[in-house]
């Protein structure tokens, strides 16, 4: 016979907090049997359905946000291949007023950041997401329009304000919806976009700039007004094509919807109704990972956005210029993108998560040391593969991991914004070591990244490795037990990943 609390459920799939009295209950009532959708199949019965289930999920989830990324990475990187096409020269730009227009879209960047995922629980998806696009998307078209260099950097503070919630947001929203063994060929395929925004950014402002002189406006101006209006027209189409969380999702049946929440259950994972309480948010700043994973987050922005930024110059540098240089930009990013999706499906099949950010590192850091050590042409931009092959599978790898080891709706929301806010923060490190005086060899930008990367990111991911993989074992052997003594089943629910029963195989 059912539970009165699984008849009441049965009837609202949506599992809001009027339906239940706490999040335990939630999960207890997902997991009864009386709640299966699929009681009196088979596991292989049930493994077809599940699988044709997050195949539709993938689906409508995934290719959107790939877009939304897409034009986010190039609206915020289009900047280099203006530089290209002439915009010093044209609004009057010298010594290190380029280095300066980067640096302020990184202040606001981080500093909106932590806060955004609180916003997007709160707002939904739909409406958070629908908001922010719309918002860049007019931001970055009217940067085409500026005719001074302080209001280009008026444009680049607005901008980095109005795109802080998305990687962060993207990447908490996918964690609502995948087990933490699928996450990382998601965000990987996601943040693919990154290096596909590079590689078809120089392709697009080549072709772009040929606009020069067309309205009056030279062929920069033209790069941001039309990548500009494409954002802004995805931004306005978000708001159908963007869904909130499992428990509503229009394109899921109701029994789908149970599936995907009862798999999440299954996982550990706190449902998505889970009530605010300001202790969620004390826990995610006072938990020692919060700040390990930060500084190894650091070890991973200042290196991307180094590279994004400065590959254009770097490859002028080497000779090139105009169209030829745009699109020497191009094979760097198609490789990096292939390998951030490998890695990305590996690390989720080995859950060494670690061990790879460890592996990119040193790829990455030949690629750097072949660019201090050679002023040979070819050396050098074989050296340009190698970083962008080492740079970018770390970053969905590394807050894939985070994610994994954080538990609770708002406390994995607030970590992952902290996370990325603080790593952010390096952008201002990134725009501001390329400098013109030391063209081509570029001695400090490669030397800042390299040591950039040993230091935080290899160090972060070494120490993580080693810290985590200690706890667990602490708590396989019953060391931590103490932390459940005399609590109740809420209770210990509430301790979500510090609770022993959230052990993680190492280094996952």
């Known amino acids: 016979m059912a539970t009165p609390d699984a008849e009441k459920a049965k009837s609202d799939t949506s599992f809001t907090q009027t339906a239940f009295e706490d999040d335990s209950k939630i999960a207890n009532v997902l997991l009864s049997d009386e709640f299966d959708p699929d009681r009196g199949k088979s596991p292989e019965e049930k493994a077809a359905i599940e699988k044709k289930l997050m195949r539709k999920v993938d689906k409508w989830l995934i290719p959107w946000l790939c877009l939304l990324y897409l034009l986010s990475f190039l609206d915020r990187t289009n900047i280099g291949n203006a530089r290209v096409a002439g915009i010093e020269a044209d609004l009057g730009m010298e010594g290190h007023d380029y280095n300066n227009t980067l640096t302020i879209f990184f202040i606001s960047y981080a500093l909106a950041e932590p806060l955004t995922n609180v916003a997007l629980k709160y707002l939904t998806p739909r409406i958070f997401f629908t908001a922010i696009i719309i918002a860049w998307g007019v931001v970055m078209t009217l940067m085409g329009l500026v005719t001074s260099y302080s209001g280009l950097l008026a444009a680049r503070f607005f901008l980095g304000l109005a795109e802080a919630g998305l990687y962060p947001g993207a990447n908490y929203y996918l964690s609502c919806w995948y087990k933490r063994s699928e996450l990382g060929i998601r965000t990987a395929t996601f943040f693919a976009m990154a290096a596909l925004a590079g590689s078809f950014g120089g392709l697009l402002a080549a072709a772009i700039s040929l606009m020069d002189g067309i309205g009056g406006r030279p062929g920069w101006a033209w790069i941001f007004i039309l990548e500009g209006l494409v954002t802004t027209l995805v931004g306005f ?3 159908w094509m963007v869904f909130d969380w499992p428990e509503t999702a229009r394109f899921l049946s109701p029994e789908d919807r149970v599936r995907v929440q009862r798999r999440l259950a299954r996982d550990g994972q706190t449902h998505t109704s889970e009530t605010y309480d300001k202790r969620h948010i004390t826990a995610a700043l006072t938990d020692w990972k919060t700040y390990a994973y930060a500084i190894l987050w650091a070890g991973n922005l200042c290196p991307l956005y180094s590279f994004s930024l400065f590959l254009p110059t770097i490859i002028r540098g080497l000779g090139y210029s105009g169209t030829t240089a745009q699109l020497l930009t191009v094979p760097p990013y198609a490789v990096a993108a292939v390998l951030t999706i490998v890695v990305g499906w590996a690390a989720d099949r080995t859950r060494q998560r670690g061990l790879f950010n460890i592996g990119c590192v040193l790829v990455a850091a030949t ?10 042409h070819n050396v050098q931009y074989a050296g340009t593969f190698l970083a962008a092959a080492g740079i970018y599978p770390t970053i969905p790898n590394s807050l894939s991991w985070a994610a994994n080891n954080f538990e609770g709706v708002y406390k994995r929301g607030v970590v992952i914004g902290t996370i990325v806010g603080f790593g952010n923060l390096n952008g201002v490190v990134s725009s501001n070591i390329y400098l013109k005086s030391e063209s081509p060899r570029y001695w400090t930008g490669h030397a800042v990244v390299l040591s950039w990367q040993l230091a935080f990111l290899m160090g972060g991911s070494i120490f993580l490795y080693v810290m985590l993989g200690r ?33 993680r195989t190492p280094p996952s």
Request: net charge negative; hydrophobic share 35%.
């Open 237 to 239: 189409a978000s708001w």
């Open 367 to 376: 690629g750097f040391v072949m660019l201090l050590a050679s002023s040979n």
């Open 471 to 503: 706890e667990n074992k602490k708590r396989l052997n019953g060391e931590r037990d103490y932390l459940i003594e005399g609590k109740s089943e809420d209770e210990i629910r509430f301790l979500g990943d510090v609770s022993i029963h959230s052990t």
